[in-house]
């Protein structure tokens, strides 16, 4: 990511360096883009549902990471 290079560490990292975590905000630009690993039954479950819903799979997963986000308000 550009402008994220700085801020990329992985999770062994992020458990010896707690203070090195990326934060929100954080100067970076973000793509909205990201790859997730699901595991192939969840990710035919998503797409089960996605297509019940009438929509897209990214739509549908879109939809729902909102709707956690609200809650969490």
Known sequence: M????GYALTYDQLDRRSSS?????????????FVLRTGAELHQ?????????GESLN???????????????
């Open 45 to 53: 479950a998503l797409a089960l549902r996605a297509f019940q819903a």
């Open 59 to 73: 739509n549908y997963v879109v939809r729902k990471l909102r709707s956690v986000i609200r809650e969490g308000e």
């Open 21 to 33: 975590r990326v934060r929100p905000g954080a100067p970076c630009n973000y793509s909205g883009k």
């Open 2 to 5: 550009k402008g994220c290079a």
